[in-house]
Structures are given as C-alpha cells and as structure tokens.
C-alpha cells in the first residue's frame, strides 16, 4: 500500500489505528474515569447551551460534554486526530469540529451570544498561558472557563498579593476573571503520565470590572515592568515610568515590593500613567 493509501484507509476506518501521544502538541490523554466524572460535573453542562472544547485529543472529556444535549464546537490542532473525533461524534447533530490552532482561532466566529460560551480543556501545558490570554481578548463572549493545567500554573492564577505565586499572570487574569481553584489531579490519570502534578480550575469572567483600568494596555505594562524586578522596591522596579512622587500621588508606598501590591493598587499606577482625557 502506497503511503497515501495508507493515509485514506486511515482517514475511512479510524478505529482500527491506535494513536500515538505526541509530546509535540502537548498529548497527555486522560484515562481515569473517576477524574474525568469529577470534571465534568464541577462543568455541569446543560442542554442548549454553547460549549467550546479546546483540544479534545481522543475524546475523553467530548462524550460526557455531548451527552448533556449542549451545542459542543472542539478546536483540535492535530490532524491525525480529526478522523477519529468524527467517527466517534459527527452523527451527533451538536457536535462541530474545527481543525486548527486554538491560538489564532477567532472566536468570534462561532457567533455565540454576549456572556453565554463555555470553554473547556485539558489543555496542552506549553501554550496554556498564552491561550488564557488569547481568551480573555474576547472576554465579554465567555461565560466562564474550566481547564486542566500545571499545578503551579494553577497556584500563581489563584494567588493573592503577598506571595512568590502573585505576579504578571495572577493580576492580568483576576482584572477579568474570578478564580476558583476546584481541584488536583495526580499524573495517573493521563496517559502518558506528565511530569507535574496538574489541577482543575474555573476562570469566571466578571460581568462588571472590580478595579477597571482607563487603559487596560497601560495596566499590563507598569505589571510588566514591576515583575520584571520582582526584587527591587517599586520606585526603582518602575523607575523607566513613573517618578517617586507619581507613585506616592497614586497611593501607593515606594519602598514596597511589587509583590506586596494589589490589583487596585496597580490599576492606580497605571492610571496615573493614562493621559488626562480633555473633559
Ligand atoms: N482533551 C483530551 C484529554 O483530556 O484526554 C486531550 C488533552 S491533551 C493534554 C491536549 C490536546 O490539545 C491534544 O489533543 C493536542 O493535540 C491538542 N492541542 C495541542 N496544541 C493545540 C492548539 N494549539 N490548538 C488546539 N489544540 C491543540
């Protein structure tokens, strides 16, 4: 057989090929039947609603999201996985399959309503930050989020200021989201079993902003600029920004760290760097 009867034959009878983890796209499967049930009911989905699956490798999460009767879209990057995700789920009517990069995936072509998607995933670890990001540009779309990520990851997104955890990704992501860290899970689950421990967490985009920024750009570059020299006092960790008495206007003490800071208090920086606005 020629390669590219091979590839037909595999694209037409999925079920007899055995998919390889790739590690290249992050692949770590879960196979605990008693994780994946936790999973899916901190998720609760509903009939009618609009859930969004991001990497659904071999399905594990995608049959208990599909049984709820809810509209499922699943973004999956590996191509050798799309034939096997169709012959598994493509005869059920709510079931839509996008095959691509979640990181350039424009969700605003889904055309679901303001504040109804759900987006789900065990996500692939090396692009779970990036992807966060990505989301929470379209923020006002999203209803809430649950992942699967590192542990660590986890820890750093749910901290509070006064910790080594509380830092750039911590502020960014509680400017938009409530965070709730629901749960850990031990590298048995998956297979191939990852190095570090991972843990669930649930990402509530905030109808109204707690503390919101005049520019939300100017927030993310005074967060930028202080963890970069997470050690120094924040007069000299922002030194390139705002002078001592800008940081005192805002309220804000010098010689403090810029992990000793919350979010308000960062917000106020960065507004003392917005332009007035002509009233
Ligand atoms: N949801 C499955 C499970 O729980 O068993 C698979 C999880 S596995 C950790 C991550 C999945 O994301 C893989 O299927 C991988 O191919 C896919 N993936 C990796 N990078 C991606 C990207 N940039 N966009 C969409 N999917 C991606």
Same mark, same amino acid.
């Given at each position: 057989?020629?390669?590219?009867?091979?590839?037909?034959?595999?694209?037409? !009878?999925?079920?007899?090929?055995?998919?390889?983890?790739?590690?290249?796209?992050?692949? !770590?499967?879960?196979?605990?039947?008693?994780?994946?049930?936790?999973?899916?009911?901190?998720?609760?989905?509903?009939?009618?609603?609009?859930?969004?699956?991001?990497? &659904?490798?071999?399905?594990?999460?995608?049959?208990?999201?599909?049984?709820?009767?809810?509209?499922?879209? %699943?973004?999956?990057?590996?191509?050798?996985?799309?034939?096997?995700?169709?012959?598994?789920?493509?005869?059920?009517?709510?079931?839509?399959?996008?095959?691509?990069?979640?990181?350039?995936?424009?969700? @605003?072509?889904?055309? +679901?309503?303001?504040?109804?998607?759900?987006? %789900?995933?065990?996500? /692939?670890? !090396?692009?779970?930050?990036?992807?966060?990001?990505?989301?929470?540009?379209?923020?006002?779309?999203?209803?809430?989020?649950?992942?699967?990520?590192?542990?660590?990851?986890?820890?750093?997104?749910?901290?509070?200021?006064?910790?080594?955890?509380?830092?750039?990704?911590?502020?960014?992501?509680?400017?938009?989201?409530?965070?709730?860290?629901?749960?850990?899970?031990?590298?048995?689950?998956? @297979?191939?079993?990852?190095?570090?421990?991972?843990?669930?967490?649930?990402? %509530?985009?905030?109808?109204?902003? /707690?503390? &919101?920024?005049?520019?939300?750009?100017?927030?993310?570059? %005074?967060?930028?600029?202080?963890? @970069?020299?997470?050690?120094?006092?924040?007069?000299? +960790?922002?030194?390139?920004?705002?002078?001592?008495?800008?940081?005192?206007?805002?309220?804000?003490?010098?010689?403090?760290? /810029?992990?000793?800071?919350?979010?308000?208090?960062?917000?106020?920086?960065?507004?003392?760097?917005?332009?007035?606005? !002509?009233?």
């Amino acid at each position: 057989m020629s390669e590219r009867d091979r590839e037909h034959h595999r694209e037409r !009878n999925p079920e007899q090929y055995q998919h390889r983890a790739r590690k290249r796209f992050g692949q !770590n499967f879960l196979h605990d039947a008693g994780v994946i049930d936790r999973i899916l009911r901190a998720i609760r989905p509903r009939e009618g609603e609009r859930l969004l699956e991001i990497g &659904p490798g071999q399905g594990a999460l995608t049959e208990g999201l599909l049984s709820s009767g809810a509209q499922l879209d %699943v973004i999956e990057l590996d191509k050798d996985l799309v034939p096997i995700l169709q012959h598994q789920f493509a005869g059920h009517g709510h079931f839509n399959l996008h095959q691509g990069d979640a990181l350039k995936f424009d969700f @605003n072509t889904l055309g +679901a309503a303001p504040r109804s998607l759900r987006v %789900v995933g065990n996500l /692939p670890y !090396n692009i779970s930050t990036p992807l966060i990001f990505h989301l929470l540009s379209h923020a006002a779309l999203i209803r809430d989020m649950h992942f699967m990520l590192q542990k660590e990851v986890v820890e750093r997104l749910a901290a509070g200021p006064g910790g080594g955890d509380w830092g750039r990704l911590s502020i960014m992501v509680q400017y938009h989201c409530r965070v709730e860290h629901l749960f850990n899970v031990g590298p048995g689950a998956f @297979n191939p079993p990852p190095k570090v421990e991972s843990a669930i967490v649930r990402l %509530v985009p905030h109808t109204t902003l /707690p503390h &919101p920024a005049k520019d939300h750009r100017l927030l993310e570059r %005074v967060v930028r600029e202080a963890f @970069n020299q997470r050690r120094k006092t924040l007069r000299n +960790a922002l030194k390139a920004l705002l002078g001592a008495d800008q940081i005192e206007a805002a309220g804000v003490d010098g010689s403090l760290r /810029p992990e000793q800071l919350d979010l308000a208090a960062f917000v106020r920086l960065a507004d003392s760097l917005a332009q007035p606005t !002509n009233a």
